[in-house]
């Protein structure tokens, strides 16, 4: 017992890691097959970082479309992070947070421009903004942002 | 208003060039979301107060751009950015701008 009271701080962070494991493992397949359903649904908005529409694209109707999103790492990925600062390297556990982030911002910018019946969005552009992790008590998360001008067919 | 992140709008021309615009606003967190954020950093996953907490502040910075825009006469708003720069550790500032232009 006094074993146990003595490694409460130990205790605690290996439930907290174990926790931060099978949870954000389980959240991040989650996030996946919803972004894979959804980029399948949305194939037919088309996404170009052209700064110039197509030639054909005349009589179009443009507008400004945006999708964002803040995601947060979870408990395994911040220690793992902190190891992986050590050795230097790449932090695969970061990448593919990034990774669903980025593809998340895109999927909303898209549902953006199809509602308005856009059929491409053209000079995409990406920005990334990291939230908190300054100090041990602030909310650590990181934001991406996707905008660009979506391009619908005028209705005559 | 026509809002765009092209230098120009397909199928029509630019009458008149009437410079930069621009719109900015400096938000901060609240702590109560914050205590949930903070549980959501344990189990990862979404953070949807924050989500919402800069795509209005985004809103605002993109309406007192607009309004500036109106001010100068201008029908559309073409090559707009946006930038997020944190200010302190928990306030972020959002800036939007672009060029207001007349279109015909």
Known sequence: ????????????????????????????RRHYASIRKRER??????????????????QVDSRLVSGSVVISDDYFKDVMSGLYSLFGGRVRSYESLIDRARREAVLRMKDEA????????????????????????????VELLAYGTSLAPVRR | ?????????PGRRVAK????????????????????AGLKNIVGGELKAYTELLQESRDEATQRMVKQAEAAGANAVLN???????????????FAYGTAVVLE
């Open chain 1, 1 to 28: 017992m006094q074993l146990i009271l003595d490694n409460l701080d130990v205790l605690f962070f290996v439930v907290l890691f174990f926790i931060g494991y099978v949870a954000g493992r389980w959240n991040e």
């Open chain 1, 41 to 58: 649904e949305l194939a037919g908005v088309l996404v170009f970082s052209n700064r110039f529409p197509p030639v054909a694209a005349a």
């Open chain 1, 114 to 141: 199809n509602k308005l019946g856009a059929e491409m969005i053209i000079n995409v552009k990406f920005q990334t903004f990291a939230i908190g992790g300054r100090n041990q008590n602030s909310v650590k998360g």
């Open chain 2, 1 to 9: 208003m026509l809002l765009s992140n092209l230098e120009m709008v």
């Open chain 2, 17 to 36: 060039h009437l410079g930069l615009v621009q719109g900015s606003t400096v938000r901060a967190k609240h702590v109560g979301k914050d205590i949930f």
């Open chain 2, 80 to 94: 707009v950015r946006y930038a997020t720069s944190s200010i302190t550790a928990g306030a972020a500032e959002i």
